[in-house]
């Protein structure tokens, strides 16, 4: 089993403790506007900074990846329990506790049936296009936050704009200005010096700014008290309908999170030359879930920009992360009287500035340009999820995602080859509509597994091979089966009704390049029977062509 804080010796820990430093001053602001957004009291954001924080940074394999509550999942989490309790209740914080629980339990349990492959099916256009209607939805809020104008932020998004332009009149002139001046301190400060905390900055000098100049009572919304202590152990007491009620949202937060926080993992990973174990991050993530759901907190997710953010500083192990928890939990003992103050815009600028690269305004761009079906999965995926609610977007993502597997996997490429004259060279190239690949042979390769989305298609494919050519002049066809993995029932049924097309018109059926790991279910299907297989497409010409080839 991988040592806790692997990568971590004498010439790189005072580097580690600075990162954990600049870590500590990015993640407390951003997980006050996090927890807010997700309806929940600041201190469900800080508690995931202690207790989940360190359970994850102890068991993960990965030495950069940053867990945290993120915008996606607070906007998951929002929309998810806006409908079963009022945001701010504590009948709302209990759903939220157990909805972070069943997170954990998935994680878990996709780390011991190895089912990490299932985030593969979140591509990224349909990640571009959730997580942007996620993002979208979220921005409306923060805005309104920087006005300082009042609206729902649990309400839906249609109902989110009306009241935010209906109440434009309301606009207070104090957060405007304090919002519109962090939002520049923070653009032009990542542009120029990203090394530098610019959002602990704003929020401090912010902060500095209101209590002078009493701006709380000019109209400008403060975060207020924030209970001191660490967080207590505890877990939610709920029937058990309203336990099931929260699966699916629960589902949604785990296939985001583990699509992204495995993507994200690997990359760093490979970029920085040490191994990754996906089952066991997921563990990590199981784990980290169960303690935030234990300790006050809420669902927690990978956080790309933090993980980016510990790279640029040198981090390569944990140890940031522990730093985060004890800087965090000293806070939370002796300093919450420093948050009270806080202004809300700029948090609201904080918060909205670092969610605008979720908007995937670059990728959908990307998308247009190199494929219309997948930027209109995108599109479709960012519509449902800002208009119908995040469920029904994961739902219709899935969806998406399987048509557009069936949409590939239905039309693999399917070539009759020719017979190169150098017999040094695999026979691999495609020959002309109309042709064989010798006298009296076709070869045809199928690049794909025969299954049921393929299977008619292939059988339409080798009968237009042969009519392709004079009537009687074809009287083998060979089946190139190296790229053939898997045949399932119905792909078998189809080649069953191919075959006996062939027999009919007299035409042997053979096969060339049979992969040994897909024998014998081939052997099983009844399709090899008797018939001829060779170990190379030349194999099959030289016996069977009308004449014999050169080489």
Not at 471 to 484: C, F, L, P, Q
């Amino acid at each position: 089993m991988q040592k806790p804080l692997v990568g971590l010796s004498r010439k790189n820990v005072a580097r580690e403790l600075t990162a954990g430093v600049t870590l500590l001053a990015i993640a407390i602001p951003l997980n006050i506007g996090y927890a807010q957004i997700a309806g929940l009291p600041p201190t469900a954001g800080l508690y995931a900074l202690i207790v989940p924080t360190v359970v994850y940074a102890l068991v993960v394999s990965s030495r950069q990846l940053v867990v945290s509550p993120d915008a996606a999942a607070a906007a998951l989490v929002a929309s998810s329990l806006g409908g079963l309790a009022a945001a701010g209740s504590a009948d709302y914080a209990t759903l939220a506790l157990a909805q972070a629980i069943i997170c954990g339990i998935l994680f878990v349990l996709m780390s011991v049936f190895k089912l990490g492959f299932i985030a593969n099916f979140l591509s990224k256009p349909i990640l571009v296009g959730f997580v942007g209607g996620l993002a979208f939805d979220i921005l409306i809020s923060q805005i309104a936050k920087m006005l300082g104008v009042k609206i729902d932020s649990g309400g839906e998004f249609v109902d989110k704009v009306v009241e935010l332009v209906t109440g434009l009149g309301t606009t207070n002139p104090w957060s405007l200005t304090i919002a519109a001046l962090s939002v520049a301190v923070l653009i032009l400060g990542q542009r120029f010096l990203r090394l530098v905390p610019w959002a602990l900055v704003v929020l401090i000098v912010a902060t500095v700014v209101v209590v002078i100049a009493d701006l709380d009572d000019a109209g400008v919304d403060v975060l207020g008290a924030v209970p001191a202590g660490p967080p207590a152990f505890t877990w939610p007491v709920i029937d058990w309908t309203m336990w099931l009620m929260l699966v699916p949202s629960a589902l949604a937060l785990t296939m985001v999170t583990t699509a992204e926080g495995l993507l994200v993992s690997r990359s760093y990973g490979e970029k920085n030359n040490y191994p990754t174990r996906p089952n066991r991050d997921l563990f990590a993530f199981g784990l980290g879930n169960i303690a935030a759901g234990a300790s006050g907190s809420f669902a927690m997710g990978s956080s790309t920009s933090r993980t980016a953010a510990m790279d640029q500083a040198g981090s390569r192990t944990q140890l940031p992360s522990l730093v985060l928890a004890v800087g965090t939990l000293l806070l939370l003992v002796f300093g919450t009287a420093l948050l009270a103050d806080i202004p809300s815009p700029a948090i609201g600028a904080i918060v909205g500035v670092a969610i605008l690269p979720l908007l995937g305004i670059k990728d959908f761009r990307m998308l247009w340009r190199l494929d219309r079906f997948e930027f209109a999965i995108a599109a479709v995926c960012f519509l449902v999820t800002l208009f119908v609610g995040s469920i029904a977007g994961i739902v219709v993502a899935f969806v998406l995602a399987l048509i557009n597997l069936a949409k590939r996997a239905a039309n693999p490429p399917i070539d009759v080859l020719a017979a190169g004259d150098s017999p040094t060279q695999s026979l691999l190239g495609e020959a002309p509509v109309g042709t064989m690949t010798a006298p009296g042979v076709i070869v045809i390769r199928l690049a794909a597994p025969l299954f049921f989305a393929n299977g008619s298609v292939f059988d339409d494919a080798v009968k237009k091979a042969v009519k392709a050519v004079p009537e009687g002049t074809v009287r083998h066809v060979v089946i190139d089966m190296e790229a053939v993995t898997d045949v399932d029932v119905t792909g078998a049924e189809s080649f069953t009704a191919l075959v006996a097309w062939l027999d009919a018109r007299g035409i042997e059926l053979g096969f060339s390049r049979v992969r040994s790991d897909a024998r014998d279910r081939l052997t099983d299907l009844g399709l090899l029977g008797e018939r001829r297989i060779f170990d190379t497409n030349r194999a099959a010409i030289a016996a069977l062509a009308s004449t014999p080839q050169q080489g």
